[in-house]
């Protein structure tokens, strides 16, 4: 098993930051891709970013490049995302997930997270 714990959502204003974190334990972690996922109300939940634990690679839903950025702290078990240059669109429910290949799709990733609320007003 593999436990998730993110932290960091709240309410931001149009064009301010946040950044969340995802604190992993239990199984090696570092064998897994951490991925990043959001619900909006009323919405299927859909891709964010992604990152291995190697580093090999990392990658980006469309809406997001440029302004949203994945890391992890390897000695921490921790990934974050960092969230600039927010919009109102990008409130939804944040979903930290580890799966065992690269994938988009939400089917492909095995822990989830309870996710944190990120509220953007306009």
């Known amino acids: 098993q593999v436990q998730l714990v993110e932290s960091g959502g709240g309410l931001v204003q149009a064009g301010g930051s946040l950044r969340l974190s995802c604190a992993a334990s239990?199984?090696?972690?570092?064998?897994?891709?951490m991925g990043w996922f959001r619900q909006a109300s009323g919405k299927e939940r859909e891709f964010v970013a992604a990152?291995?634990?190697?580093?090999?690679?990392?990658y980006y839903a469309d809406p997001v490049k440029g302004r949203f950025t994945i890391s992890k702290n390897n000695a921490k078990n921790t990934v974050y995302l960092q969230m600039n240059s927010l919009k109102p669109e990008d409130t939804a429910v944040y979903f930290c997930?580890?799966?065992?290949?690269?994938?988009?799709?939400?089917?492909?990733?095995?822990?989830w997270g309870q996710g944190t609320q990120v509220t953007v007003s306009s």
């Open positions: 239990g199984r090696t972690v570092s064998n897994y891709v």
């Open positions: 990152i291995s634990w190697g580093g090999a690679f990392s």
């Open positions: 997930a580890a799966g065992a290949s690269r994938s988009y799709s939400p089917l492909e990733y095995d822990y």
